[in-house]
């Protein structure tokens, strides 16, 4: 089945502690992206990468980091999380290009206290 | 930066009813999606409509794109309750590499 899978669905840390947030696709898409979800402001994109090792910032790319060294693979790192980070993220991948139909993983919902 | 604007915010109707949701947009795009999102799930492309298009239909569903008025709105027809979601509007810039989403239409159907 084609599908976009990130880990863990859920997580609660607390301020500071590094953690990471995988984010795997079984279609050989060559775009990826991850978004952020708050309520009233829609989805927000926080980096991107259109093949591999080839990453670019988003929108709101502070306080994170991605890297892309496999085509399936593309983590979402937050090396010293804060409170403002709590959300619900997305990871997103696409087959043609930046601008076409993407496909999205079921989301994680993480809580930095 | 959001340059999809839903319309509106949140909409409520009976089972059976159609409904009818907008989206305006500030730049030149080369498409337009729609996606729909379960509470708290990832999103679903429900259809994509390019610069070049007019009207698409897919299923129960109708999108139209005027760009001289950079708006599009997306018909659901005969609803049902397992419809209730919220739908999103996104537009495709090459330019920004990245699709830009709106804030959402929520929408609730009543059985």
């Known amino acids: 089945e084609a599908q976009v899978t990130q880990n863990p669905r859920y997580l609660i840390t607390v301020t500071g502690k590094k953690l990471t947030v995988t984010c795997s696709q079984n279609?050989?898409?060559?775009?990826m992206s991850w978004y952020r979800q708050d309520p009233g402001l829609g989805l927000r994109q926080i980096y991107y990468?259109?093949?591999?090792?080839?990453?670019d910032k988003g929108d709101v790319p502070e306080g994170y980091k991605v890297s892309r060294k496999e085509k399936r693979n593309f983590p979402l790192i937050l090396e010293s999380p804060s409170p403002n980070q709590t959300s619900l993220y997305f990871c997103?991948?696409?087959?043609?290009?930046?601008?076409?139909?993407?496909?999205f993983g079921p989301g994680t919902r993480l809580t930095v206290t | 930066s959001q340059q999809g604007e839903e319309d509106p915010q949140a909409l409520s109707i009976q089972e059976g009813e159609n409904a009818t949701m907008n989206c305006s947009y500030k730049?030149?795009?080369?498409?337009l999606q729609w996606y729909r999102q379960n509470s708290g799930r990832g999103l679903v492309h429900l259809i994509l409509?390019?610069?070049?298009?007019r009207e698409k239909h897919s299923g129960r569903l109708r999108v139209t794109l005027d760009t001289s008025k950079k708006s599009s709105s997306l018909l659901i027809t005969a609803s049902r309750a397992a419809d209730t979601a919220s739908y999103f509007c996104?537009?495709?810039?090459?330019?920004?590499?990245?699709?830009?989403f709106g804030s959402g239409t929520r929408l609730q159907v009543q059985p």
């Open positions: 997103a991948s696409s087959s043609w290009d930046s601008t076409g139909e993407q496909y």
């Open positions: 279609m050989n898409h060559e775009y």
């Open positions: 990468s259109m093949n591999v090792e080839v990453t």
């Open positions: 730049t030149s795009i080369n498409n």
């Open positions: 409509i390019r610069s070049n298009e």
């Open positions: 996104a537009t495709g810039d090459t330019g920004r590499r990245a699709l830009t």
